[in-house]
């Protein structure tokens, strides 16, 4: 557990960090997010003593920071810094193993973990183990940064913007494959961005920063549905609502969709569509083929001919995804009820539109304090 | 391709006009002993007129390419034809030197006159152009510095040369060269070896402490607007004073004059390029690099051994290597406060009106400089290989 105790960082007579208070239980990720020179930086840095506060306390699992030497207490948290600063006369490998070499393991362990880190980057060892930095692109070499942070697998970790520099398609990998490293490892991590999205998609909790002061400290749902100043409110945007729907998963929504067998008799069909206004079909292993509307059926003689084919990724969800994905693909489609499927195209269930409009007025639309 | 490297070389070209004029005046001058006046005689009375016009076509085949050569074949090319010429020059210094024995008698020598002597120098220009234009290929660089050199000394040890001027004052003066000649390199050594020191020392210092920056850059920068000349003298009073003062200094060779003045006065200009290049060693260094060790929990020792040391020798072994070629050469002046070295052969000879004497000092302080330049070169494109790329991709 981190745990910061009204910190207060003056620069020049002006505090940067001002009063600040923030914890962090442990194998929680926390985002900290802010408008640039708010103070994130600083306050990160705070907490492996590349700065001493002015005043104020911090604590790592109940242990005040100053009473740890400053060298052995860093080489516990793994530190991505803003800038990267891979060691320019060192191999991609080299890098990496800086702190497991301080920490005297093995030559082999070293090894074995530097491929296993790079690969978790999404950077063929073979291929980037003896790269040098100036031979690496500007994301890939922050891809290295953070390998090189989590390389002698600390409990805790402080990343300052470690995805600023990729792509979002990357970034959207290497924030999915953290995420799921997160769920394993159960890191208490401390993590600056300035991109809300991340924020969101990443966070158990978000601390939003002003002027070096702590603003809001919530769930990414409370922050976007209930802002808590003006401040947080445009901060957050206009979409937070869609944006609140991205934090949200479909499972708890998903109801059993009625569905037929593509060789069922007309008779079956008939009777299935009875209650309802159409059917999703499904092939002989319960893949989702297309639907049948009830207004066609009385008008054809085989499912066949009744069959509205589909191309699952047009109009078809997985399991996994979020309310805001599906909001997407009934915009797109134009359905108001479209099929739940699992990666191999099994139906699952359906979700309905008005799950979203409920959950939409759920988010109050003004802030608490102004 | 980039447009630059069509354009002439105008180094170069300068270089083949004036090789084509040396061919014209006299080339060596004949003389019975060492302070006759001596008889001058053209190239062509000496090599014959086929062999002039052979080495003036070789200056125009070098016109050529240094007019229109665009690649490093042909700037290669260029330097090694120059090379050829200065082989050419060796070959006839040999042939006059042969040639002299038979006609002649003993203390007889062929000294080399203002035709060799421009030639010479226009070859060393296109050299000197031609491996600029080769910018990285340090191997064909290498072989074209050191052919004419080496081609050189094997004439000097198949005594074709016996009767080059420079070598019969050799021959004459032999027990006291090899002695110079040593203490030269010990002077210059020992002067390196202690200024790099107290060079790295200070400008370690200099980057550590903001108040230590300013006089640490003025004591260097000032003993180095200093003439050499004035801070060997100046050193000898005050060291005359100390020593009569404290007469076990004499004894382990503390004296006004002698080693003591010139090698203190070698270790002061030895600072400069060292300490201003650790410095800025040090200083380039990104600063996120030096962030990202302290935060992964490096210690200040291995911050500075594994960070900062590496980043800043190349930088660093730069200084060293202006220090030592600046060195070679400065040690000449140290004879005149009497600590001897290859210098004391320029002093006697200018005393004397002796040139080739002074010649005899001079060739070897040459050859000194351009092979601890070469040394020192290969050893900073060593270390710098990875870095200096570095800095290449931040231009980019
Ligand atoms: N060493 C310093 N001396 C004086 N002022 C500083 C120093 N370091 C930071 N500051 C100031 O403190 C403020 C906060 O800086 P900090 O780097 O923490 O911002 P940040 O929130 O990380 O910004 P960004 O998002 O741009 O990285 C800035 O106004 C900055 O100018
Ligand atoms: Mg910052």
């Given at each position: 557990?981190?745990?910061?105790?009204?910190?207060?960082?003056?620069?020049?007579?002006?505090?940067?960090?001002?009063?600040?208070?923030?914890?962090?239980?442990?194998?929680?990720?926390?985002?900290?997010?802010?408008?640039?020179?708010?103070?994130?930086?600083?306050?990160?840095?705070?907490?492996?003593?590349?700065?001493?506060?002015?005043?104020?306390?911090?604590?790592?699992?109940?242990?005040?920071?100053?009473?740890?030497?400053?060298?052995?207490?860093?080489?516990?948290?793994?530190?991505?810094?803003?800038?990267?600063?891979?060691?320019?006369?060192?191999?991609?490998?080299?890098?990496?193993?800086?702190?497991?070499?301080?920490?005297?393991?093995?030559?082999?362990?070293?090894?074995?973990?530097?491929?296993?880190?790079?690969?978790?980057?999404?950077?063929?060892?073979?291929?980037?183990?003896?790269?040098?930095?100036?031979?690496?692109?500007?994301?890939?070499?922050?891809?290295?940064?953070?390998?090189?942070?989590?390389?002698?697998?600390?409990?805790?970790?402080?990343?300052?913007?470690?995805?600023?520099?990729?792509?979002?398609?990357?970034?959207?990998?290497?924030?999915?494959?953290?995420?799921?490293?997160?769920?394993?490892?159960?890191?208490?991590?401390?993590?600056?961005?300035?991109?809300?999205?991340?924020?969101?998609?990443?966070?158990?909790?978000?601390?939003?920063?002003?002027?070096?002061?702590?603003?809001?400290?919530?769930?990414?749902?409370?922050?976007?549905?209930?802002?808590?100043?003006?401040?947080?409110?445009?901060?957050?945007?206009?979409?937070?609502?869609?944006?609140?729907?991205?934090?949200?998963?479909?499972?708890?929504?998903?109801?059993?969709?009625?569905?037929?067998?593509?060789?069922?008799?007309?008779?079956?069909?008939?009777?299935?569509?009875?209650?309802?206004?159409?059917?999703?079909?499904?092939?002989?292993?319960?893949?989702?083929?297309?639907?049948?509307?009830?207004?066609?059926?009385?008008?054809?003689?085989?499912?066949?001919?009744?069959?509205?084919?589909?191309?699952?990724?047009?109009?078809?969800?997985?399991?996994?995804?979020?309310?805001?994905?599906?909001?997407?693909?009934?915009?797109?489609?134009?359905?108001?009820?479209?099929?739940?499927?699992?990666?191999?195209?099994?139906?699952?269930?359906?979700?309905?539109?008005?799950?979203?409009?409920?959950?939409?007025?759920?988010?109050?639309?003004?802030?608490?304090?102004? | 391709?980039?447009?630059?490297?069509?354009?002439?070389?105008?180094?170069?070209?300068?270089?083949?006009?004036?090789?084509?004029?040396?061919?014209?005046?006299?080339?060596?001058?004949?003389?019975?002993?060492?302070?006759?006046?001596?008889?001058?005689?053209?190239?062509?009375?000496?090599?014959?007129?086929?062999?002039?016009?052979?080495?003036?076509?070789?200056?125009?085949?070098?016109?050529?390419?240094?007019?229109?050569?665009?690649?490093?074949?042909?700037?290669?090319?260029?330097?090694?034809?120059?090379?050829?010429?200065?082989?050419?020059?060796?070959?006839?210094?040999?042939?006059?030197?042969?040639?002299?024995?038979?006609?002649?008698?003993?203390?007889?020598?062929?000294?080399?006159?203002?035709?060799?002597?421009?030639?010479?120098?226009?070859?060393?220009?296109?050299?000197?152009?031609?491996?600029?234009?080769?910018?990285?290929?340090?191997?064909?660089?290498?072989?074209?510095?050191?052919?004419?050199?080496?081609?050189?000394?094997?004439?000097?040890?198949?005594?074709?040369?016996?009767?080059?001027?420079?070598?019969?004052?050799?021959?004459?003066?032999?027990?006291?060269?090899?002695?110079?000649?040593?203490?030269?390199?010990?002077?210059?050594?020992?002067?390196?070896?202690?200024?790099?020191?107290?060079?790295?020392?200070?400008?370690?210092?200099?980057?550590?402490?903001?108040?230590?920056?300013?006089?640490?850059?003025?004591?260097?920068?000032?003993?180095?607007?200093?003439?050499?000349?004035?801070?060997?003298?100046?050193?000898?009073?005050?060291?005359?004073?100390?020593?009569?003062?404290?007469?076990?200094?004499?004894?382990?060779?503390?004296?006004?004059?002698?080693?003591?003045?010139?090698?203190?006065?070698?270790?002061?200009?030895?600072?400069?390029?060292?300490?201003?290049?650790?410095?800025?060693?040090?200083?380039?260094?990104?600063?996120?690099?030096?962030?990202?060790?302290?935060?992964?929990?490096?210690?200040?020792?291995?911050?500075?051994?594994?960070?900062?040391?590496?980043?800043?020798?190349?930088?660093?072994?730069?200084?060293?290597?202006?220090?030592?070629?600046?060195?070679?050469?400065?040690?000449?002046?140290?004879?005149?406060?009497?600590?001897?070295?290859?210098?004391?052969?320029?002093?006697?000879?200018?005393?004397?009106?002796?040139?080739?004497?002074?010649?005899?000092?001079?060739?070897?302080?040459?050859?000194?400089?351009?092979?601890?330049?070469?040394?020192?070169?290969?050893?900073?494109?060593?270390?710098?290989?990875?870095?200096?790329?570095?800095?290449d991709h931040n231009r980019l």
């Amino acid at each position: 557990m981190i745990s910061l105790n009204k910190i207060t960082k003056v620069y020049n007579d002006k505090a940067v960090v001002n009063n600040f208070s923030l914890e962090v239980d442990r194998g929680e990720m926390c985002v900290l997010i802010g408008p640039s020179g708010c103070g994130k930086t600083t306050t990160l840095r705070m907490i492996n003593r590349m700065i001493e506060p002015t005043s104020g306390e911090i604590f790592i699992d109940s242990r005040d920071v100053k009473k740890i030497k400053p060298d052995l207490l860093r080489r516990s948290i793994g530190y991505a810094i803003q800038m990267v600063g891979l060691f320019p006369h060192m191999t991609v490998a080299a890098n990496i193993a800086v702190v497991p070499q301080l920490l005297r393991w093995e030559k082999k362990k070293i090894k074995n973990r530097i491929d296993e880190l790079l690969i978790l980057v999404g950077l063929s060892p073979a291929e980037y183990s003896s790269k040098y930095p100036y031979q690496l692109s500007g994301g890939e070499a922050q891809r290295i940064g953070v390998a090189r942070a989590l390389a002698a697998n600390p409990p805790i970790l402080l990343m300052d913007e470690p995805f600023g520099a990729v792509d979002p398609l990357t970034r959207t990998k290497l924030q999915t494959q953290f995420l799921n490293i997160q769920k394993e490892l159960h890191k208490t991590i401390i993590l600056i961005t300035h991109d809300l999205d991340e924020a969101i998609r990443m966070a158990d909790r978000i601390a939003i920063m002003k002027d070096g002061e702590l603003v809001q400290y919530d769930t990414p749902e409370n922050i976007l549905s209930r802002p808590y100043n003006q401040f947080v409110y445009k901060f957050v945007g206009t979409d937070r609502a869609l944006k609140r729907l991205s934090r949200i998963n479909i499972s708890k929504f998903i109801k059993s969709a009625p569905s037929v067998d593509e060789d069922f008799s007309m008779d079956k069909v008939n009777q299935a569509c009875e209650k309802c206004r159409w059917v999703w079909v499904t092939d002989s292993k319960h893949r989702l083929i297309g639907w049948i509307d009830r207004k066609i059926l009385s008008q054809t003689t085989s499912i066949k001919e009744a069959l509205v084919p589909v191309s699952l990724d047009e109009i078809a969800v997985t399991e996994g995804a979020s309310l805001k994905e599906v909001l997407s693909i009934m915009l797109s489609s134009g359905l108001r009820t479209i099929p739940v499927t699992d990666k191999k195209g099994f139906l699952i269930g359906e979700i309905d539109m008005s799950i979203i409009e409920r959950i939409s007025a759920e988010s109050i639309n003004h802030y608490e304090k102004s | 391709m980039n447009l630059k490297s069509f354009s002439p070389d105008k180094i170069a070209i300068s270089g083949c006009v004036l090789g084509l004029i040396s061919l014209f005046p006299g080339w060596f001058i004949l003389k019975p002993h060492r302070l006759s006046a001596g008889m001058s005689v053209n190239l062509p009375d000496s090599a014959g007129l086929a062999l002039t016009i052979l080495v003036g076509f070789l200056w125009m085949s070098c016109f050529v390419l240094s007019f229109a050569g665009k690649n490093d074949l042909q700037h290669a090319i260029l330097g090694i034809t120059a090379d050829v010429i200065l082989i050419f020059v060796f070959i006839f210094l040999s042939m006059a030197s042969n040639n002299l024995d038979v006609k002649t008698h003993v203390s007889a020598r062929v000294s080399p006159g203002a035709g060799f002597w421009l030639t010479m120098l226009s070859a060393y220009i296109v050299i000197f152009a031609a491996e600029k234009k080769l910018e990285d290929r340090l191997i064909i660089k290498n072989i074209i510095t050191w052919t004419a050199p080496a081609v050189f000394l094997f004439f000097l040890f198949t005594r074709n040369l016996r009767n080059f001027s420079v070598v019969v004052e050799f021959a004459v003066q032999r027990q006291r060269f090899i002695q110079e000649f040593l203490h030269h390199i010990i002077l210059v050594a020992v002067s390196v070896f202690f200024g790099s020191i107290i060079g790295i020392l200070l400008g370690i210092l200099a980057k550590r402490s903001k108040k230590a920056r300013n006089p640490v850059f003025f004591i260097t920068d000032i003993s180095q607007t200093i003439p050499s000349l004035a801070l060997f003298g100046l050193l000898i009073a005050p060291l005359s004073v100390i020593s009569f003062k404290y007469p076990f200094l004499r004894e382990i060779g503390i004296r006004g004059i002698g080693n003591a003045p010139a090698l203190i006065a070698l270790i002061i200009y030895c600072l400069l390029p060292v300490v201003r290049n650790t410095y800025s060693g040090l200083a380039h260094i990104d600063k996120s690099v030096i962030d990202a060790g302290k935060g992964m929990g490096m210690s200040k020792m291995q911050v500075f051994l594994k960070i900062e040391v590496p980043l800043s020798a190349p930088l660093v072994l730069e200084g060293i290597r202006i220090s030592s070629v600046q060195g070679v050469g400065l040690t000449a002046v140290a004879a005149l406060i009497g600590a001897g070295g290859l210098g004391w052969f320029i002093f006697q000879g200018l005393g004397q009106a002796a040139p080739d004497m002074i010649l005899l000092g001079t060739i070897p302080i040459i050859i000194l400089a351009l092979f601890t330049d070469g040394v020192m070169r290969m050893i900073i494109k060593f270390t710098a290989n990875k870095v200096k790329k570095q800095k290449d991709h931040n231009r980019l």
